[in-house]
């Protein structure tokens, strides 16, 4: 006869009935982590701010509560901005006209949704400077294979402008501001359309800022500018013929030269020769006969006529 046998318990539930509640954790206050790339830059008048917003917490949890970015000049808060995101790089641009001479150190810091505050980042001490303003609508226009670009001085403190900087469709394209109030651009696509912008600078300790912005002129790449008439034509007769010649152009882009006659104040113009050289044999000379020539550049272009000319 087998005997009573004493059903014996899971651990587990003996560890449960022995322990003890422990108090409760503190609940979590994350704090964002400061600003560590602040920069501040003068343009034209207004100062630049660039930062990136924190992507994690001191006690290293994501930032995912960020909610606003404060901008202060010493105490005073000067901006309350939305924080386009965590771990994002986040821009501000402040109007500094009426801040010129002033020094002032700059900083942010960071709020989330529960109010709670970052701590500030470093200070950047920037002087507010005056700045050569703009001037009028540069000119533009195609020709020799290159974009040819002219200015004037700004209109406002003109004395200021040490030399000028010159974006395309914002590309910069003078790392070393021009002193010249010009600028030829042989790095374009023929037929695109471009946008150019001069910008006056001003050198202050070492370093460039930038003024105001002169208007953006456009323009499509597309050479419709004709070389120069040709000039010191003449017409020497020979057994045989007479010999046309005339004087290079400026001009590097030039194809062909187009060669005219006609009876002397009789008629029109007929064109009798597209001719690569500046000089020009006609067979069929007559004393009685004028000419004149055309330069006709590689994009077709053609120049006006000289001033007609016969034999001597």
Same mark, same amino acid.
């Given at each position: 006869?087998?005997?009573?046998?004493? !059903? /014996?318990?899971?651990?587990?539930?003996?560890?449960?009935?022995?322990?003890?509640?422990?108090?409760?954790?503190?609940?979590?206050?994350?704090?964002?982590?400061?600003?560590?790339?602040?920069?501040?830059?003068?343009? $034209?008048?207004?100062?630049?701010?660039?930062?990136?917003?924190?992507?994690?917490?001191?006690?290293?949890?994501?930032?995912?509560?960020?909610?606003?970015?404060? /901008?202060?000049? $010493?105490?005073?808060?000067?901006?309350?901005?939305?924080?386009?995101?965590?771990?994002?790089? %986040?821009?501000?641009?402040?109007?500094?006209?009426?801040?010129?001479?002033?020094?002032?150190?700059?900083?942010?810091?960071?709020?989330?949704?529960?109010?709670?505050?970052?701590?500030?980042?470093?200070?950047?001490?920037?002087?507010?400077?005056?700045?050569?303003?703009?001037?009028?609508?540069?000119?533009?226009?195609?020709? %020799?294979?290159?974009?040819?670009?002219?200015?004037?001085?700004?209109?406002?403190? !003109?004395?200021?402008?040490?030399?000028?900087?010159?974006?395309?469709?914002? %590309?910069?394209?003078?790392?070393?501001?021009?002193?010249?109030?010009?600028?030829?651009?042989?790095?374009?696509?023929?037929?695109?359309?471009?946008?150019?912008?001069?910008?006056?600078?001003?050198?202050?300790?070492?370093?460039?800022?930038?003024?105001?912005?002169?208007?953006?002129?456009?323009?499509?790449?597309?050479?419709?500018?004709?070389?120069?008439?040709?000039?010191?034509?003449?017409?020497?007769?020979?057994?045989?013929?007479? =010999?046309?010649?005339?004087?290079?152009?400026?001009?590097?882009?030039?194809?062909?030269?187009?060669?005219?006659?006609?009876?002397?104040?009789?008629?029109? =113009?007929?064109?009798?020769?597209?001719?690569?050289?500046?000089?020009?044999?006609?067979?069929?000379?007559?004393?009685?006969?004028?000419?004149?020539?055309?330069?006709?550049?590689?994009?077709?272009?053609?120049?006006?006529?000289?001033?007609?000319?016969?034999?001597?």
């Amino acid at each position: 006869m087998s005997g009573l046998r004493t !059903p /014996i318990l899971p651990a587990v539930l003996v560890f449960a009935a022995c322990g003890r509640v422990g108090a409760p954790l503190p609940p979590l206050d994350p704090i964002p982590a400061a600003a560590v790339d602040l920069a501040v830059e003068q343009v $034209g008048h207004e100062l630049h701010f660039r930062w990136t917003n924190p992507s994690t917490n001191l006690d290293g949890s994501l930032s995912t509560d960020l909610d606003r970015v404060l /901008i202060a000049a $010493g105490e005073e808060v000067i901006a309350d901005v939305p924080a386009t995101g965590p771990g994002r790089p %986040q821009t501000f641009m402040l109007p500094a006209r009426d801040r010129i001479g002033a020094e002032r150190a700059y900083a942010v810091y960071f709020a989330t949704t529960e109010g709670r505050l970052s701590e500030r980042s470093v200070p950047v001490g920037v002087t507010v400077l005056d700045v050569p303003g703009s001037g009028p609508r540069p000119g533009a226009r195609v020709d %020799q294979g290159r974009v040819r670009v002219r200015w004037e001085p700004p209109n406002e403190n !003109p004395r200021l402008a040490a030399a000028y900087r010159v974006y395309r469709s914002g %590309q910069l394209l003078t790392p070393e501001p021009l002193e010249a109030l010009s600028l030829d651009d042989a790095d374009f696509v023929e037929g695109e359309a471009y946008a150019y912008v001069v910008v006056p600078v001003r050198m202050d300790s070492g370093a460039w800022i930038e003024g105001v912005p002169y208007p953006a002129v456009e323009i499509t790449a597309v050479d419709r500018t004709p070389p120069a008439a040709p000039a010191d034509l003449e017409v020497r007769p020979f057994d045989g013929g007479a =010999f046309v010649r005339w004087a290079p152009g400026p001009e590097i882009d030039v194809a062909v030269y187009r060669v005219y006659r006609r009876l002397q104040a009789v008629g029109e =113009f007929v064109a009798i020769a597209e001719w690569p050289t500046t000089a020009f044999s006609d067979s069929e000379y007559a004393p009685e006969f004028e000419y004149a020539v055309s330069a006709v550049d590689r994009s077709g272009n053609e120049s006006a006529m000289s001033e007609p000319v016969r034999s001597r």
